[in-house]
RNA sequence: GUGGGCGUAGUGUAGUUGGUUAACACGUCAGGUUGUGGCCCUGAAGAUCGAGGGUUCGAAUCCCUCCGCUCACCCCA
């Protein structure tokens, strides 16, 4: 019998932990320092949830959901994005009695039924915040700011933000009439590949990788042509802001992108993506998200303007090559027991050297006293005390220091321990 | 769902005109006398060569099927 982690999915091992801690803690001071509280919602919800808010005819909820049924016969879905439980949570919970705006973000798992491969993950996690209750255009640019600067802290230089406006619902079905008037005499001429897209949803292919296709698409109508009044104003203050606060960040650069549209149906205005700039890798986008102005009401709570990006954690990770973190893989103690005896003394003595916050083991009696010591060392060990018959009748013991060699011997008290453990470093 | 690459001890690798006990390094464990580690020396454990089937006197090596990993498409973080 031979189990395996399901395909698609991590372990974190320890050696993998010291780098995932740095990540989590700088998300959430970076959101801390822009005044966002952490929420955490459950890893699943009603299927409808994710349906209604996602979109039905989103790549994410027809084929890449994970859904069951409980014993109770409710549908439900592992989260396969984190905005919708939030929003669900922002509702239920009336957060729209607030005062406004409402800034949350999160750190949890994301599950997503593809086929794996570089920064791509059945189960990945993602850092993601989120803004109720404010339509302004700083609204807008104050999560990106949030976004750089959490990159920032990490170490991760040398980044594009892609920007657009895709409109409202309203104003694409108008652009989308248009788009298909002009694509439709070209179909032919797109790739077999491009052109099965085009049925499926023909926006999608504005966003294609094929250069041909682009070349096709240079003269096109673009969503961002197509803004009414209300968007457009907006849109030309998100623009001025941005291109100010841009330059507080070295080694950015923006480029606002026509053909940028998004997966899943419930953006409106404003939408964004980063990736690093000379990445090679194809799923290189490691945070996006935009604005979503009808989310909220669309299902089923009061009319509130929003926006939000997510992050994955695991890609981040991929592109810090930097190693900015302390890995604190050490243990302060060790103690040796080299007798029955001593065995107790040691027991004792570690447990109160923890309540002192000193990180303590105790080495096991059954191996010898060189693998003992070997195991000191081996772990990384600061210091060593053996505790045998000797201390315990003389009531005196060594703490050597093993960088350094150094074995001071003491008078076997809990002061004298710490005061040396500490001069030890 | 579609395509490419790859599967040999815990890890990284060697081993193909088929030929005996599958090799090396690191790691692990144990010793190098009695209570002091790292270096060094010695030894040990650890691999049904991804799985199943076939060809053959004989398969890690050739053929078929399946599985897994990985990269890319699609889509996304």
Redesign the pocket.
Known sequence: MNF?AI?GTNDHIPEDMAAWNFVESVARNTAAMFGYKEISTPIFEQTALFKRAVGEG???VQK?MYNFNDLGGNELTLRP?GTASVCRAFIEHGMHNKPYPVRLFYIAPMF?H????????RQ?H?FGVEIFGDKSAETDLEIILLGLTYLDNLGIKDLKLKVNSIGTSKTRIEFKKSFENYMNPLVSRLSE?DQK?YQLNPI?ILD??ESATQDLLADSPKPIDFLDEDSKDHWGKFVILLEESIKMFKGVEFEIDKGLV???DYYSKTVFEIQPKNSN???S????GGRYDNLVENIGGPDTPAAGF???I??VILNMNEKEYEDLDFTQLLIIP??EEGLILSIKIAQQLRNKKISTSICSSD?????Q??????INAKN?I?L????VESNKI?I?N??S?I?KTIDLTLENILSTLDSNG
């Open positions: 395996k395909r989103t790549d994410v890449e994005e997503r593809e086929r794996p491969q570089s920064g791509r993950l990945h993602q590949k897209k999608r294609s990788k998004r997966g899943l890798k194809a799923q986008s490691i945070l996006s997510g992050s994955g695991e890609r080299a007798s191996r010898s006293f060189k693998a010591m070997r195991y000191a060392n081996q060593v053996v045998g018959n000797k201390e060594s050597k093993l960088s060699k074995e």
